[in-house]
């Protein structure tokens, strides 16, 4: 076989560098560009896969997310049931049928005297900024012995967890005190000894309720 000659071994030398060149060329500029596109494909495949994912777990919770909101409002409807009605603001009726049906024969404690109307302010709130509730507070003055005032209380706060009693004030019946502030249907009591030894207090409960027009 006969030897290349000089110029021809130097065409097929700038023919094969061509040729590298061409293929380097169109890995950088063709292969690679499909490779990086096709990596960027994936990851969106990928993320949309998992959103996909997300929502057909979110759409088998739907039932159960529903029944879940349905509890919660019933719960919320039950607890603003045993807050102070609106259209009872005005008065004392419904704090009195509170109190006394919750003393009744349970407790050996005295209804002396309740304000004619409560006082209404979101000041009276336990919990600031506690919307869209409001508070109403009365005044109220009860007597008997310390132990049962003491069970009184107790059992008031846990039986009405929206309702709290505050600046709780108490002294002796055969003061001073109390005589300036007793009525006139216990002026014969006062002289009773077992009387005597209870106590006069007075104290204010707050109770919650849910302005009109808040729903």
């Not at 607890?79 to 259209?87: G, I, N």
């Not at 409560?118 to 109403?136: D, M, R, T, V």
């Not at 310390?146 to 309702?163: I, K, L, T």
């Given at each position: 076989?006969?030897?290349?000659?000089?110029?021809?071994?130097?065409?097929?030398?700038?023919?094969?560098?061509?040729?590298?060149?061409?293929?380097?060329?169109?890995?950088?500029?063709?292969?690679?560009?499909?490779?990086?596109?096709?990596?960027?494909?994936?990851?969106?495949?990928?993320?949309?896969?998992?959103?996909?994912?997300?929502?057909?777990?979110?759409?088998?919770?739907?039932?159960?997310?529903?029944?879940?909101?349905?509890?919660?409002?019933?719960?919320?409807?039950?607890?603003?049931?045993?807050?102070?009605?609106?259209?009872?603001?005005?008065?004392?009726?419904?704090?009195?049928?509170?109190?006394?049906?919750?003393?009744?024969?349970?407790?050996?404690?005295t209804l002396m005297d309740l304000?004619?109307?409560p006082l209404i302010g979101k000041?009276?709130?336990?919990?600031?900024?506690?919307?869209?509730?409001?508070?109403?507070?009365?005044?109220?003055?009860?007597?008997?012995?310390?132990?049962?005032?003491?069970?009184?209380?107790?059992?008031?706060?846990?039986?009405?967890?929206?309702?709290?009693?505050?600046?709780?004030?108490?002294?002796?019946?055969?003061?001073?005190?109390?005589?300036?502030?007793?009525?006139?249907?216990?002026?014969?009591?006062?002289?009773?000894?077992?009387?005597?030894?209870?106590?006069?207090?007075?104290?204010?409960?707050?109770?919650?309720?849910?302005?009109a027009g808040n729903s």
């Amino acid at each position: 076989m006969n030897k290349l000659s000089r110029e021809k071994r130097n065409q097929l030398i700038a023919v094969a560098s061509g040729v590298l060149v061409v293929c380097a060329a169109l890995w950088y500029f063709v292969v690679r560009s499909q490779h990086e596109t096709i990596e960027q494909t994936r990851t969106s495949i990928d993320d949309v896969g998992s959103k996909i994912e997300k929502a057909q777990r979110l759409v088998k919770r739907r039932t159960m997310i529903e029944a879940e909101l349905a509890e919660l409002g019933h719960q919320i409807a039950e607890s603003e049931a045993q807050m102070l009605p609106v259209e009872h603001l005005n008065g004392k009726k419904w704090m009195f049928d509170k109190l006394v049906n919750f003393i009744k024969d349970r407790y050996d404690v005295t209804l002396m005297d309740l304000s004619n109307n409560p006082l209404i302010g979101k000041q009276f709130l336990l919990l600031p900024k506690f919307e869209p509730y409001s508070a109403a507070t009365y005044k109220v003055e009860i007597r008997g012995f310390f132990h049962e005032f003491g069970r009184f209380v107790a059992d008031f706060e846990n039986s009405f967890p929206y309702m709290r009693i505050l600046d709780l004030e108490m002294w002796p019946m055969a003061t001073p005190a109390a005589a300036k502030v007793a009525t006139a249907d216990l002026s014969d009591e006062l002289l009773n000894s077992e009387a005597r030894e209870q106590l006069r207090i007075s104290m204010r409960i707050v109770v919650l309720f849910k302005p009109a027009g808040n729903s």
